[in-house]
């Protein structure tokens, strides 16, 4: 949870400076230098793990003043700032809409967290009485559902904070003026509005080495461990939304290029997009295909290529029930990989190997993950049940063998010339000449209507359809 929090958002810092790795190192030598402040509160005779139980429960009071101090910076001293010269502005300096949007839920945020640090400090100031702090988490815990809210509204919250420094040059000299009071430390606005988004990875961190230090038979060890789980739920469910949020705009973002194809439907997700090369029978083609979790879409661009939101035409919707994908035997073409359906079936070229592996792994898990899916919905399988019949020849369409990949006829074996041209079958996909393709037979990834095959083609579609008149291959 806290590696996708410092991916969306940027390295957490532990509290007072002091990385995760260097905490418990360090406590021993706090403890050593707190021995005038454990005189006045009549601790000095306190055993040393107790005074190290007792650093950790401050770490967590002063990273909390800390952080209501931010808090206060943005939700006080800066709004109080900006109102004020609004006030002395003739002009518009920010509509009252846009200003309100900067702050998202930070009020309720201060008020929540103001709350937590008073407690934190009765608790501490009182310690010899009441040797627990997790339980004021635990009782507060219901309200860090006050940070899903943050996170979810952080990435539009900050794009919306740039965009009126820019939109009203008078706003965004006062923010450079702001930043450069005392209390800023010389940080700008932005650090500090990222700081919520931090705070839940910082309670997880600082519980862990609360709860490393207790006795399993200490009063407190319960309730760390179950604010331990209320703060990891709440970081994974603000991260979560976060996922769920950026999948959703991607979304958005694929509807609008793909125009009427509707990409935006209940149980849907994208899984992967990108740009292939299609090999086709005598040249490459750019293509686009993304991956959904039922289907994968085979688009190719209409509108300008250089721009990222260039539109899109869906040519072909492949369900992943149908979806079948082979890898070439010839070491040279390492970057090819290839796809087989009812629907399409081509050669697809990616940059590197990487980026084939890539694709393989995001389809293979796509049509393992959407046919699971699919057998929970089935009946139970039935004792002497009929096996599912495997796709016969003609029910989907072949990969067509690149024409620059064959001298020679795939049948015959001879040479290719100005005479004697390539044909490919229908059936299976492969290169050959015209005296082994002389015939046509009804496919079914074609609606049965006829098509030129090669003979060995021919010879197993008479078998598998010969015995329907309607349906037999015609020389």
């Not at 709004?79 to 839920?105: A, W």
Request: glycine share 2%; aromatic share 8%.
């Amino acid at each position: 949870t806290n590696d996708s929090f410092n991916t969306h958002f940027g390295r957490t810092n532990f509290p007072s400076g002091t990385s995760a790795d260097d905490f418990d190192g360090d406590i021993n030598q706090k403890v050593s230098e707190d021995e005038s402040s454990e005189e006045k509160l009549g601790l000095s005779d306190m055993p040393r793990q107790d005074k190290k139980i007792l650093y950790i429960a401050k770490e967590i009071m002063t990273s909390e003043k800390v952080y209501v101090e931010v808090l206060k910076l943005l939700n006080i001293e800066f709004r109080n700032f900006i109102q004020e010269e609004r006030q002395k502005c003739k002009s518009v300096l920010l509509p009252t809409e846009d200003f309100l949007k900067i702050f998202s839920n930070l009020p309720e945020l201060l008020m929540l967290n103001s709350d937590l640090l008073r407690d934190f400090e009765n608790r501490v100031q009182n310690w010899s009485k009441t040797k627990k702090i997790s339980d004021i988490i635990v009782s507060k815990g219901p309200y860090l559902k006050l940070y899903t809210a943050y996170v979810k509204n952080f990435s539009a919250m900050s794009s919306h904070f740039e965009e009126c420094c820019k939109k009203y040059p008078k706003f965004g000299k006062l923010v450079k003026e702001f930043e450069k009071f005392p209390q800023c430390r010389n940080l700008k606005l932005s650090h500090y509005l990222l700081k919520p988004v931090q705070r839940l990875p910082q309670y997880k961190m600082l519980l862990e080495d609360y709860l490393k230090h207790l006795d399993a038979a200490s009063d407190d060890y319960d309730d760390t461990t179950t604010a331990l789980r209320i703060v990891t739920e709440a970081a994974e469910h603000a991260n979560e939304t976060v996922k769920q949020m950026d999948k959703f705009e991607k979304m958005l973002n694929l509807q609008s290029r793909l125009g009427d194809w509707e990409v935006i439907s209940p149980g849907r997700e994208l899984v992967k997009e990108g740009e292939l090369i299609k090999i086709s029978r005598k040249r490459e083609d750019l293509r686009y295909f993304i991956l959904l979790t039922d289907c994968l879409l085979y688009a190719t661009y209409t509108g300008n290529l250089s721009l990222s939101s260039a539109s899109l035409r869906v040519s072909y919707t492949i369900p992943l029930n149908h979806l079948q994908i082979q890898l070439p035997s010839d070491e040279d073409l390492q970057n090819e990989f290839s796809i087989t359906s009812s629907v399409r079936s081509c050669t697809l070229r990616a940059r590197n190997v990487h980026e084939r592996n890539d694709w393989l792994e995001a389809l293979n898990s796509a049509v393992e993950d959407y046919r699971s899916k699919k057998a929970t919905f089935l009946p139970p399988e039935q004792p002497n049940a009929e096996p599912v019949p495997a796709d016969r020849l003609g029910d989907c369409a072949p990969v067509w063998v690149p024409d620059h990949h064959v001298t020679m006829c795939q049948a015959c074996s001879c040479s290719f010339s100005l005479v004697i041209r390539r044909h490919h079958c229908r059936a299976c996909g492969r290169v050959v000449c015209y005296q082994c393709a002389t015939h046509k037979a009804p496919l079914g990834y074609m609606q049965f209507q006829p098509a030129r095959v090669c003979d060995d083609c021919y010879n197993e579609l008479e078998k598998i359809l010969g015995n329907n008149e309607d349906l037999k291959p015609t020389a």
